[in-house]
């Protein structure tokens, strides 16, 4: 079965400032989809960014950028920029690419506190 | 498109009553998910549908927990009886399932809040 980490309990970040949020995963599957989803305290989860594990090239949506190291098996989130509105919980997912397989698995999440 | 609906937003009920939580997903969308949020346990998979049929249901709790998919813009989760340790946030989300870049994405609903006192 895959597993999803998230060492980071709670992070925070300045204002304008750069925060790094990790993910690690354990899969024995080569291919496969990994996700960030952010939830604010509205509690709806909003999707930030995917990374198909084929792709060797890192998925960037404007501010914000993954690293994804396929070998080590970790997915960072890089939040460039940070605004008040990145305030929120971080969850990392995977999903199998295997066709049918739908499950999302998600890590425990990070809280992300923005200071002004 | 309005998005993933979920109704009710916040339910309160007593350990024993019957819970009915609904479900409409986005349009067009041949998957359905149930998710459960709580602190000990996170994020987790109850069920979920491909084309109004469950597929896999090994993530729901136990007999009390059901859920159904009449049609393709409906879908309920139902407890009964309802018990203070099913007290979670439920979340409703759907997808396309295509495996084109991006539309396979899961989309989730506002969730549910049950209180069971």
């Not at chain 1, 750069?18 to 993910?23: E, K, Q």
């Not at chain 1, 084929?54 to 970790?74: G, H």
Request: proline share 5%; glycine share 6%.
């Amino acid at each position: 079965a895959q597993t999803v980490t998230q060492s980071q309990p709670e992070m925070s970040v300045q204002e304008a400032e750069t925060v790094t949020l990790s993910c690690t995963y354990d899969t024995s599957e080569s291919d496969y989809y990994l996700f960030w989803y952010k939830q604010p305290p509205s509690r709806q989860m909003i999707l930030v960014i995917r990374q198909e594990a084929y792709k060797q090239q890192n998925a960037t949506e404007n501010r914000f950028s993954v690293n994804f190291q396929k070998a080590a098996k970790s997915f960072s989130l890089k939040i460039s920029d940070s605004q008040l509105g990145d305030a929120a919980m971080y969850f990392c997912a995977y999903r199998s690419a295997n066709f049918g397989n739908e499950k999302l698995t998600f890590g425990t999440g990070t809280r992300l506190t923005i200071i002004p | 498109d309005a998005g993933v609906i979920q109704s009710p937003r916040h339910e309160v009920t007593e350990m024993g009553q019957e819970v009915t939580l609904r479900c409409k997903p986005i349009s067009g969308h041949d998957y359905l998910f149930w998710y459960r949020q709580t602190m000990m346990r996170g994020l987790e998979l109850l069920i979920y549908f491909n084309n109004n049929v469950p597929i896999d249901d090994s993530g729901m709790p136990e007999d009390r927990f059901s859920a159904k998919m009449p049609n393709a813009s409906f879908s309920t989760l139902k407890i009964q009886p309802s018990e203070p340790r099913d007290s979670a946030v439920y979340f409703c989300a759907s997808s396309s399932g295509t495996r084109v870049s991006g539309t396979d994405t899961q989309y989730f609903g506002p969730g549910t809040r049950l209180t069971v006192l």
